[in-house]
């Protein structure tokens, strides 16, 4: 019954999505291109000049747009874990009236789940799109690129939404981009090598789900063939998303339910 | 023989310390309209929300539709139809576009809905809407999408709460018009509201609800005819006045009221008292003789009026 029914929910958020894709289609080749001309490009001359054999051998800009692509992954996810998430359920009970129906808690956080997945894909392959065209990698390679960041895009679906569900008032939503994701986006392996940190900030980096997302992405886009870390770190993401959904139906039924 | 839909014996609901629901008993029939009437914080949404099978119950037992609410939920849930007391229809979407969503919920085929959208949209007078957005609606036209919305199933029993809360008298007016021609296409209605005039029009039985149990129970009319005689006098005085007449508004009859604004005198012989009024020499500013209503029948048995 759930899965069925999780699908209708699904087919629901693309009708709803219809609404405002023009605009997210936009941004989502728009993001991209600024942030690699002006870190990958302008920034990354100045980096390159001071790195004659190069950053793990590549270029700044080679080195950069992988890790970028799956922190934009992330950041969608986070988005629609945290905010659509609250509208559902708060702001346009929209959610509500979706339980009214023999959709159950079961169903509606599955489909909640698929869509944002669906979102994650469009965002991440649009991205896929930006840095072939660039030159960074081969369209094979950027295609690759895209497993590492639907694992960690849906991982932070799973585990904002099983946050967000558990809040009160949404003040706590500002508080987790800001002192959260903001730092993971910043700190984990993105802009630079995690090594260039003090150490006691690395065994915080690696619990995050975004740091063996870039990890996973930079050894496939540079061509490394996947070694064991690789798929401990699929394991790792994998692992964050199912205890993440797990995390999610209880206290939604308690919310939507009473 | 009539067919129970639901029976609800010794209803409990309770979140955490405060009950909401207090040992209830009712039952409804097929075909019937069955009101709860009672002010806000009553305990009729919350009952309401059990029967809908989107609350789970604290205590005692109910059974919708042969169903128990608690394990067959999504199975229950697709025979009924439900209006909530809170717009949750999705704005920026369309009309039609909201109605498909739902519709593809129960998991009805496309083609199927089509024609039951326009269907619907018909019988709520909102055609010509079809293409707006939900946001561009007035208040009484969200009401009616949402009454199409609930309807799309085709449901067995059809869940209203205060389904005119906060309308305008002619979209009232519209709503009761429409909900009135479901009764006597046979839909069973189970509604809620705390305006006894809509409980008289659309109601052929209901139970009055205070402090989350039930106070009385029957069909409308014989409600107030076993609860309050057949007349009441208004009488409103000048500001001030009315305190100043202790004890003589309680002299012309066994049953009287005084409320903030005016005093209810009950009779079986309204121009009787109100000869008795002029007599006594009192001067209300206006005096009023009506029948009696449910609003009476509430205050006889919780000493409250229902509107505040």
């Known amino acids: 019954m759930a899965t069925p029914l999780a699908f209708r929910v699904f087919e629901a958020e693309m009708l709803i999505y219809r609404r405002t894709w023009i605009g997210s289609v936009f941004s989502g080749f728009l993001n991209p291109i600024l942030y690699l001309v002006a870190m990958g490009v302008g920034l990354g001359s100045l980096v390159d000049a001071n ?52 959709v159950s808690v079961h169903a509606l956080t599955l489909g909640h789940i698929y869509w944002s997945a669906a979102r994650v894909l469009m965002v991440s392959a649009s991205f896929a799109v930006v840095i072939t065209l660039f030159g960074v990698t081969s369209p094979l390679q950027a295609l690759g690129t895209l497993i590492p960041a639907m694992l960690v895009g849906v991982a932070m679906v799973a585990a904002t939404t099983a946050y967000t569900v558990r809040l009160k008032t949404f003040t706590g ?81 308690k919310q939507l339910t009473p | 023989m009539a067919e129970t839909l639901i029976t609800a014996q010794g209803l409990v609901k309770k979140f955490d310390d405060f009950v909401a629901v207090d040992g209830i008993n009712f039952e409804v029939q097929r075909g019937e309209a069955f009101g709860f009437l009672g002010p806000n914080g009553a305990g009729k949404t919350s009952t309401m929300r059990m029967i809908a099978a989107v609350s789970p119950i604290s205590g005692g037992s109910l059974q919708v539709l042969g169903l128990d609410p608690m394990t067959e939920g ?23 576009d909201n109605l498909m969503m739902y519709g593809r919920y129960f998991d009805l085929p496309r083609a199927f809905l089509k024609d039951r959208i326009s269907e619907l949209l018909e019988f709520v007078q909102l055609t010509d809407k079809a293409h707006a957005k939900v946001a561009a609606l007035s208040g009484g036209m969200k009401r009616r999408v949402t009454i199409a919305r609930g309807l799309i199933n085709e449901p067995d029993m059809f869940i209203l709460d205060e389904p005119t809360t906060g309308l305008d008298p002619q979209a009232r007016h519209v709503l009761w018009d429409r909900l009135y021609r479901l009764k006597q296409q046979g839909v069973t209605l ?90 006594r020499g009192m001067e209300p500013e206006t005096v009023l003789a009506r029948r009696s209503t449910l609003e009476d029948v509430f205050l006889r048995l919780t000493g409250r009026t229902l509107v505040d």
Not at chain 1, 61 to 89: C, R
Not at chain 1, 224 to 233: K, L, M, V
């Open chain 2, 74 to 96: 999504p199975r229950l849930r697709s025979r009924l139809g439900v209006v909530p007391q809170e717009n949750n229809l999705d704005d920026e979407i369309t009309v039609y």
């Open chain 1, 173 to 253: 939503i500002p508080v987790y981009l800001r002192f959260v994701v903001i730092p993971m986006f910043l700190l984990s392996g993105v802009f630079f090598p995690l090594s260039q940190l003090p150490g006691w900030i690395h065994p915080i980096a690696w619990v995050t789900p975004v740091y063996h997302g870039v990890e996973m992405a930079r050894s496939i886009a540079l061509g490394t063939t996947p070694f064991i870390a690789s798929w401990i770190s699929a394991l790792y993401l994998t692992a964050w998303i199912v205890v993440g959904t797990a995390l999610i139906v209880r206290p939604l039924r």
């Open chain 1, 51 to 102: 790195l004659p054999e190069g950053l793990d051998g590549v270029s700044y800009l080679t080195f950069l747009a992988p890790g970028l692509l799956v922190a934009s992954a992330m950041q969608t996810g986070a988005a629609e874990g945290s905010w659509k998430v609250l509208g559902g359920i708060k702001w346009m009970p929209t959610w509500n009236a979706r339980l009214a129906t023999p």
């Open chain 2, 190 to 279: 189970i509604i809620t509201t705390h305006y006894m005039d809509e409980a008289e029009q659309l109601c052929d039985r209901l139970v009055v609800m205070d402090g989350g149990k039930i106070v009385a129970e029957g069909p409308p009319r014989s409600l107030i005819e076993q609860h309050t005689p057949r007349d009441v006098v208004e009488l409103r005085f000048a500001v001030g006045v009315l305190e100043t007449l202790d004890g003589q508004i309680e002299e012309l009859s066994d049953r009287t009221e005084i409320l903030a604004d005016r005093a209810l005198i009950y009779t079986s012989d309204a121009e009787k008292t109100i000869a008795l009024v002029n007599e």
